[in-house]
């Protein structure tokens, strides 16, 4: 997959989906935006779409987590 998505996308591409990414987690512990910047350095506008995402999406990050589970956790 890595190779795969390498190929596919721009290196700023990649760093946009990492950074949604490690999102995630924290805004399923409900740790608010502000904090999460701080802890991320990921803008609050990229935080608040990854939230909408998560609550109005098609489930593709609720898919991802499930399937992730503890490792998630511990990331």
Known sequence: MRAFLEDLCTPAELEAMSDRWRVVPLLLQGVPY???????AVS??????????LERGAGGYAVAVDALGDRLERA
Request: aromatic letters at 0%; glycine letters at 6%.
């Open 44 to 53: 609050v506008t990229t935080i608040g779409r990854v939230a909408r995402t």
């Open 34 to 40: 502000r904090e999460i910047h701080d802890r991320t």
